[in-house]
């Protein structure tokens, strides 16, 4: 069975940096969705200390990316990419179950 998130290389390198730099023990990245912005949810990232009871995880390219329980259903089918562009670099989410994005792409809608 596939995993929910699919972590492309770029995201995995960037991961292991971010880890590494951090400068302490790290259960992984953490993935998910709150309510925010003027489409209604947005993605989180932050480390995580340790596993929660709940947590979906992936281990995929040398990296684990835990995915918080109640943003599972939002992000089945999701591509996690890293982007480096000349204005901006970061996260980002090729999301199949997205239905529309704000204008200023920092939220979605499902």
Do not use: W
């Amino acid at each position: 069975m596939p995993a929910p998130v699919q972590i492309s290389d770029n995201a995995a390198q960037r991961i292991q940096a971010l880890i590494a730099q951090r400068g302490k023990p790290t259960a992984g990245i953490k993935v998910g969705v709150k309510t925010r912005g003027c489409s209604g949810l947005s993605y989180t990232i932050e480390y995580a200390d340790e596993v929660g009871k709940y947590d979906e995880v992936i281990e995929d390219k040398g990296v684990r990316v835990l995915i918080d329980p109640k943003a599972i259903m939002f992000l089945i089918g999701t591509q996690m990419d890293y982007v480096e562009e000349k204005l901006k670099s970061g996260f980002v989410f090729v999301n199949p179950n997205e239905k529309g994005r704000c204008g200023c792409g920092e939220s979605f809608h499902v």
